[in-house]
T-cell receptor, first 111, second 117 residues
Framework: GENVEQHPSTLSVQEGDSAVIKCTYS??????FPWYKQELGKGPQLIID?????GEKKDQRIAVTLNKTAKHFSLHITETQPEDSAVYFC??????????FGQGTILTVHP | GAVVSQHPSRVICKSGTSVKIECRSL??????MFWYRQFPKQSLMLMAT?????????EQGVEKDKFLINHASLTLSTLTVTSAHPEDSSFYIC?????????????FGNGTRLTVT
């Protein structure tokens, strides 16, 4: 089955800086890679996703890149704000199948 | 946007009793729903895939008789934790994918915090 590795486990940045979280996956059949933000006591919220036919996708301050050959994908958050502080999860799988989640990254943005 | 509602948000029960958690897709139909379990400061672990009108598919190591899943309609799936024990205490989260969409993302409920005393 799929195995998704996520790094770093914790990330601390100053407000306004950029944050980058990286994930690798093992199953070459995976073609869908979403990123979720989870706040304390809540369910994960989809923030951006990318499919294997696209190398990069951007939505305002958030961008995701995918390297299919190397089987890794990354989340980039620019101009970070304190409200970006949360746990971020990457996931990999197929469009209509189950997702395997990474271990999570605790992002802290200091004012 | 697509909304998944989960109820209750918190439940405390005594050891040996059963607890039912509901997961509803409010504005879309979902043939398939997924149930996850999350321990504190850990990732989401898939427990089972709930299929409308048929039996759920459980992940390896998940006890079918303990975690009963029913997906009776296109908008409702339930997870029943039977004969709960303290080790079943956890955060349970359901998710659903919108049907009929070419590239529909997985939407999550807000989870249920189960505490077994």
């Amino acid at each position: 089955g799929e195995n998704v590795e996520q790094h770093p486990s914790t990330l601390s940045v100053q407000e306004g800086d950029s944050a980058v979280i990286k994930c690798t996956y093992s199953d070459s059949a995976s073609n869908y890679f979403p990123w979720y933000k989870q706040e304390l006591g809540k369910g994960p919220q989809l923030i951006i996703d990318i499919r294997s036919n696209v190398g990069e996708k951007k939505d305002q301050r958030i961008a995701v890149t995918l390297n299919k050959t190397a089987k890794h994908f990354s989340l980039h958050i620019t101009e970070t704000q304190p409200e970006d502080s949360a746990v971020y999860f990457c996931a990999g799988g197929t469009s209509y199948g189950k997702l395997t989640f990474g271990q999570g990254t605790i992002l802290t943005v200091h004012p | 946007g697509a909304v998944v509602s989960q109820h209750p948000s918190r439940v405390i029960c005594k050891s040996g009793t059963s607890v039912k958690i509901e997961c509803r897709s409010l504005d879309f139909q979902a043939t398939t729903m997924f149930w996850y379990r999350q321990f504190p400061k850990q990732s989401l672990m898939l427990m089972a895939t709930s299929n409308e009108g048929s039996k759920a598919t459980y992940e390896q190591g998940v006890e079918k008789d303990k975690f009963l899943i029913n997906h009776a309609s296109l908008t409702l799936s339930t997870l029943t934790v039977t004969s709960a024990h303290p080790e079943d205490s956890s955060f349970y989260i359901c998710s659903a994918r919108e049907e009929g969409q070419l590239s529909s993302p997985l939407h999550f409920g807000n989870g249920t915090r189960l505490t077994v005393t």
